[in-house]
């Protein structure tokens, strides 16, 4: 939108205005979209791409790896194994305890079909049960030793240790 509003007012400024008068830019009310009738509807705007700090880590090697988050609004733990053949699946888990608009979840989610590749990034297909309702779908991790960041999130996994994830997870997403 901010590109569209940029090129409309080079193209008026370029017209001039009239008798040597600057052009007048349009009222801040008018939209250079619907002077021009493209106006992008708001569902169809493009959202502002989220580059994960993960994105150039090297992969992770074969192994158990282990995350933990715990903000004011979810608290998770992530457990992933990587086969020596680098195929990698896990176990998403955690609470959302979104206080201010009364929501609380518990849900899970099992990653699988994942393979590793030359970055940080791995695509699994994914089942998520949230409360009773399951739902299938693909989901993009950025996995490494320092974390883990799911794709168009900007929040962080910690590494943590696995034994006793699961009672971290459920202890603090009771308070």
Request: net charge negative.
């Amino acid at each position: 939108m901010r590109y569209l509003l940029i090129a409309s007012l080079l193209v008026l400024s370029a017209c001039g205005g009239k008798d040597g008068e600057p052009p007048e830019a349009p009222d801040a009310g008018e939209s250079a979209g619907a002077e021009t009738g493209n106006e992008v509807p708001p569902e169809q705007q493009k959202l502002p791409e989220i580059v994960s700090p993960l994105a150039d880590a090297e992969p992770l090697t074969p192994g158990t790896y282990c995350y933990f988050r715990d903000d004011e609004n979810v608290t998770e733990g992530l457990e992933v194994n990587v086969m020596d053949d680098g195929r990698v699946s896990g176990d998403n888990f955690g609470t959302i305890h979104q206080e201010a608009a009364g929501y609380y979840a518990a849900f899970s989610t099992t990653l699988s079909n994942g393979s590793l590749g030359d970055s940080a990034a791995v695509t699994f297909d994914t089942e998520t049960n949230v409360d009773g309702d399951s739902q299938r779908s693909s989901a993009i991790w950025y996995l490494s030793e320092s974390g883990a960041v799911p794709d168009g999130l900007d929040m962080m996994l910690e590494p943590a240790p696995c034994e006793g994830l699961e009672e971290r997870v459920q202890e603090a997403g009771e308070r």
